[in-house]
């Protein structure tokens, strides 16, 4: 299963600690959808007067629209019963591409990739100028490791965005996966230049756009990150990724001592000591 994250407001994750589990969905994105139970107010609790301690209580019951609380469902990762309602809100909102990205969202969720990809592209129909669901497109593709394909998408969304960070990074993975390395050292860089912490955040931005951060040679990947923070000065986090490329195994650490990108951090005792060989990899005979 593809690594995808998505992020959704706090107000929403607040409330799915308050609402109790729904009823399991028989399908994708048919059939009814149950209430949360603490929604709705138990019948024979409607039939009694509040007693005193009650009445003191603070009993909070959020009204939430219909796609609030697909939202909710999908913060849950309830993916079924989100698919329920965004296929009802879908249906109803033929031209929403809103909708129709997050009823997306929820099956690619689900591993229903070719109903996911159908939903993306017609809510780029509806919008071309919804950067969110071209770059869904890509991560279908990039899944199916057509790389190519994911990274006319990523390139399509950034045309439309230039300002999302994830969009680069997205890039930089397709590119990486499709051995571009020098391609995706550029687009890690302009996603760091955006957000410096891109790599330390768990999710998008707002739940309608999917990161993927799933890559098959994590050593070499590691150390292209490292090398993406030494060229942009920022020792701290070159340290971290050299340390984790080492740790993955990489085996062309001792290749920075000759890589310009590295000729401002080199002589850095941290990094001196990184490329020392550990004891293991000189045996006594």
Request: proline content about 7%; charged content about 25%; overall charge positive.
């Amino acid at each position: 299963m593809i690594r995808t994250s998505v992020a959704f407001p706090a107000s929403i994750l607040l409330l799915s600690l308050s609402i109790a589990r729904a009823a399991p969905a028989q399908s994708l994105v048919d059939g009814p959808v149950a209430p949360p139970a603490s929604t709705v107010a138990p019948h024979v609790a409607q039939a009694q007067p509040p007693s005193p301690a009650q009445s003191s209580a603070i009993v909070v019951r959020p009204d939430l629209t219909e796609e609030q609380m697909a939202d909710l469902y999908m913060a849950r990762k309830e993916y079924r019963e989100a698919s329920q309602l965004y296929k009802r809100l879908a249906d109803e909102n033929p031209q929403n591409a809103v909708y129709l990205n997050k009823l997306g969202i929820s099956l690619h969720q689900q591993a229903a990739l070719g109903p996911a990809l159908k939903y993306y592209e017609r809510a780029v129909k509806v919008d071309p100028t919804y950067a969110d669901a071209e770059n869904n497109i890509g991560t279908i593709y990039y899944q199916r490791k057509k790389y190519n394909k994911a990274i006319k998408a990523y390139q399509k969304a950034i045309a439309i965005r230039n300002d999302m960070p994830v969009l680069y990074s997205n890039l930089a993975y397709a590119y990486f996966e499709d051995k571009k390395y020098e391609q995706a050292i550029v687009s890690f860089r302009q996603a760091l230049l955006l957000d410096p912490q891109l790599f330390e955040r768990n999710g998008s931005r707002n739940g309608s756009v999917l990161q993927d951060r799933t890559v098959g040679d994590r050593g070499k990947f590691y150390f292209l990150l490292a090398k993406s923070f030494a060229e942009a000065g920022n020792l701290e986090r070159c340290l971290i990724y050299l340390r984790k490329a080492k740790d993955e195994g990489y085996k062309e650490l001792a290749a920075i001592k000759m890589d310009p990108s590295f000729a401002a951090v080199i002589k850095n005792p941290e990094i001196q000591e990184i490329l020392a060989p550990r004891p293991e990899d000189n045996p006594q005979i």
